[in-house]
């Protein structure tokens, strides 16, 4: 009886210390040579979407048309961003809700890119509507509207948000 | 038997580091950078990257970098691609881009922070050597963020290549360190019972398993520093100091079934079995899928019968061959469930990774398997690496599947386009030929009278001023003239001084008026040249239209044909992966039930025979009993 015994506290140790030891019959190199190829087909199929990307750019938001806009917070800001709404010339073309991790991304000093489309050169009103909770738990709800020119090149505007307003950087 | 306990440490810490790094710029200049921070920031590290390549692809080649945004941001932007990538567990691609940052020209605490990196990817990818290579190259200024981080990856990276005394040197000197309480004395600890030093090492484990703290990691090394320490002690024979330390576990941590059923081990050995089933009794009640609360089922009817209880040794006995019995069912349903694929299934669907405890909730889904047995299995480094290698290889496959789609959308509009193009740009180009060749005739006499002005503010010339009436009249006084001189009729003397008069008169005109014409003559160029601009600001617009209108349905053909190529080469190579990688997954999670499997038999094996034990010598004792009264 005593032998059993000893074999399970043996066995209480193995069990304590034996976190790696498991899935023994599949070797080291195994795992080793699969995820190099892993590697290697990550890196394969990030040179498409780069090489999509720039497809994608040309293709369908050329730089004589190109608008795109940029939604940041301001440094500090803590009040919560609950959507974000964007009409351009007065048609609705970007609607955000966000989740904890976007918003998080975004008070780290992230930037997310809203809407990417295409307009003609000249003025163009932007209207910019947000809702959220201040850092006191009070709902608001903000609406500003801004004058964009758009010329030649691809146009560029940052929506930086805070708490008592909302501001545009033409970029 | 330590190097198993370094690496359990090595694997907590390198999770608990590999979160820090990307950082914000101070002044964001480029907002596609911006962006890719943001995904950064999310943990979509693929977005990140792709994005990140796409603006340092273009930055690269642009004539004048200086002039791009992205130029701000250039070194920022090199060095967190290589961290975005070793995030993105690429650590090949990773160490190339980390390299090329340290070699390039940088600031010597940049340089330091890449070398750091370089070493942790080493480390992580079980290369201790090379690691300490690297971390050898770290010299003078480290940026203060990674100071106590890059002394504790160089103790862990000494202690991985089995030098212990110099790593407890620095592990000593670490013990302020607050974001790694508990850590570092727990190394220390394990550091110097490697170095031969078992009485200092007993010490640090002992006092890691007395810190006061409320944070879940720390309580958790507490645990098992109390767990390692007491375990140890349980081997030594030092039972008494073995169920101290063991009882300062928590009940409620991840440790605390071994803690539990090792207390209990503690006192049996010093034959003190009523108190063995204090923290057996605890045991034996809870889950029972879990290795411990398992063996305790042997180990409950073993303090009974030691405590000539037999009867209820007995009935144990029979309680646990039942439960016994009916995991080992659950097992085999599981082991066949795994090997259906139903566990693969079930890992990448959706709604199970927006949980957080989605393990726990995948037992609950139809014809998967118990995965309270995986548990385990699932902490361990190999199987979480494979696991989110596969995690990878589903995400590869989705965007695959969607850009396919994309690439068809492409080359619809690619079609739409050139249907409503090409029939209207032949009159179109034939039509702005016309226009472009009048226009530059015009442009051609603006130019010479420009040059005429010019010359007229040196030299005067008031004739080149004459209206059209003016030069009208002078033609027709010259011809008069001429007939006059040729005719040989005789003209009444008037008829000449009249000619004369007339020719003074218009003399007279053009000359008196010359400024005044001249100043108008610029004027009116002025003007000329206003309507020039707007002229050729509506012809580059035109042909930038046009341009835009060709570039918008050619050229991307070859392109489109590639990506396609490339697409579906990629696609068959993320299926064959994948495949591989899930038999991979599977074989890790049969080969863990089948160890538990094979253990719940031999358990039942034990307990029939001790359950017969119990029984005889329950019998033989109501005989005893009987024969006595």
Known sequence: ?171 | MYRLFVLLTILIVAASSASAGTSNPKELKDLYFGEALYYAFQGDWFDAIARLDTELMQHHGVDEPERDTLYYHINQAEFDVGDFELHYRMHQRAGRAITAVIEGNVEETVRNEAIFRLARIYFQKDQPLNALYAVERISGTVPPRIRDDLAFLRSQILMANGRFAEAARILRDLQDAESLEGFITYNLGIALLKDGKALEGRQYLDRTGRIDSNDALTLAIKDKSNLVLGSKLLEEKKFEDAKQVLDRVRLNGPFSNRALLGSGWADAFQGRFERALVPWSILVTREVTDASAQEVMLAVPYAYGKLNVHSKAAVMYGSGLEKFSTEIDKLGASIKSIREGHFLRALVREELKQDANWVVKLRKLPQTPETYYLLELMASHDFQESLKNYFDLEQLRKKLKDWQGDLDAFEEIIEQRRAYYEPLLPAIDRKFRRLDSQMRLRLEQRDRIEKRLKAMLVVPRPDYLATSKERTIREQIALLERKLAAGGTTVSGGVEARIKRLRGVLHWNIYTEYDRRFTEAHKHLRDLNHEVDRLKTQYNAFVRTRQAATQSYEGYDDVICRQKFQIQKAWEKVGELMARQGHMLETMAVNELTRRLERLAEFQIKARFAMADSYDRATRAQTEERVSR
Request: charged share 25%; glycine share 8%.
């Open chain 1, 1 to 171: 009886m005593f032998c059993w015994l000893r074999g399970i506290i043996i066995g209480l140790s193995v069990l304590v210390l034996s976190f790696a030891a498991y899935g023994r019959e599949i070797s080291r190199e195994q795992i080793t040579g699969l995820d190099e190829q892993i590697q290697e087909i990550k890196s394969d199929v990030l040179s498409i979407a780069v090489e999509l990307n720039q497809i994608e750019e040309k293709l369908l938001y050329p730089s004589n048309t190109q608008v795109a806009v940029f939604v940041s917070l301001v440094s500090g800001e803590t009040f919560r961003l609950d959507s974000v709404e964007i009409q351009l010339d007065g048609k609705p073309v970007a609607h955000h809700l966000y989740t904890f991790k976007e918003l998080e991304a975004l008070q780290n000093g992230g930037v997310q890119r809203i809407y990417t489309g295409n307009i003609r050169s000249g003025d163009h009103d932007l209207q910019v509507s947000v809702i959220g909770k201040s850092s006191g738990g009070a709902d608001f709800r903000k609406t500003e509207r801004f004058k964009v020119n758009k010329d030649v090149g691809p146009k560029i505007v940052e929506i930086s948000m805070a708490a008592q307003s909302i501001s545009l950087k033409d970029r």
